[in-house]
Every structure is written in C-alpha cells, then in structure tokens.
Nanobody, 127 residues
Framework: QVQLVESGGGLVQAGGSLRLSCAASGRTFSTYAMGWFRQPPGKEREFVAA????????YYTDSVKGRFTISRDNAKNTVFLHMNSLKPEDTGVYYCAASRGELDYRRVRDLKEYDYWGQGTQVTVSS
C-alpha cells in the first residue's frame, strides 16, 4: 500500500551534516505517523526520531536531541531527517518507517508499531 524510499546518505567527517529524505508513494501520506530508525554495524535496529501525522509533535532518542531534526512535508509525501554535528557513533543504515496508527511517547521506540519500511540508506561518519 505504501512504498518508502530513503536518500541522502553518504560519507561525512565528524562534525559535519547530512539531510536524509524519505519519499512515500501513497496518496494518503498525511494519515501516517513517520519515524526514523538506524542500525549500527553489528547491532540491532534502534529508534532515532518520529513525527506525528497532523499535529507535528516530534520525539527523539536522547543521543540525538539537539543535533537531529525530523520534519515532514505532507504535500510532497516526504519526511526528512536533518543531522548536524555528526559523530562516529551515528554511523549505520538509516531506515524510514510509517505507522498506520498514531504514535505517542510510549510507542515510538517500538519497531512493531510501524507497518511499512524503506530499504535504508548508509550513513558513515569518519573521525
């Protein structure tokens, strides 16, 4: 029903910035809450950020607060992740995800709350 395609990943030096984009194919993008997850090499996928569907309320994991910003453009069916002051520990594959239900502070971290996933985009931060 929904296809998600991430872009914008790449290699960047520590302290640099990247903007990730996630384009959705569906016509009902505004009905989905959206999230970003990442998977460092050799580790499990972890929550990064999420944004609710209409009111724009956002959630972040503690390690990225003040450095990353999630936003969405419902008219363009796109969600963004602006990443600043990147650190080597930010390295990993970043995934965009969509939830048919609304999210709250208890549900945003749970991978099982998301119904659709992109293929991921690699982010590598060098020292």
């Amino acid at each position: 029903q929904v296809q998600l395609v991430e872009s914008g990943g790449g290699l960047v030096q520590a302290g640099g910035s990247l903007r990730l984009s996630c384009a959705a194919s569906g016509r009902t993008f505004s009905t989905y809450a959206m999230g970003w997850f990442r998977q460092p090499p050799g580790k499990e996928r972890e929550f990064v950020a999420a944004i609710r569907r209409l009111d724009g309320i956002t959630y972040y994991t503690d390690s990225v607060k003040g450095r990353f910003t999630i936003s969405r453009d419902n008219a363009k069916n796109t969600v963004f992740l602006h990443m600043n002051s990147l650190k080597p520990e930010d390295t990993g594959v970043y995934y965009c995800a969509a939830s048919r239900g609304e999210l709250d502070y208890r549900r945003v971290r749970d991978l099982k709350e998301y119904d659709y996933w992109g293929q991921g985009t690699q982010v590598t931060v060098s020292s």
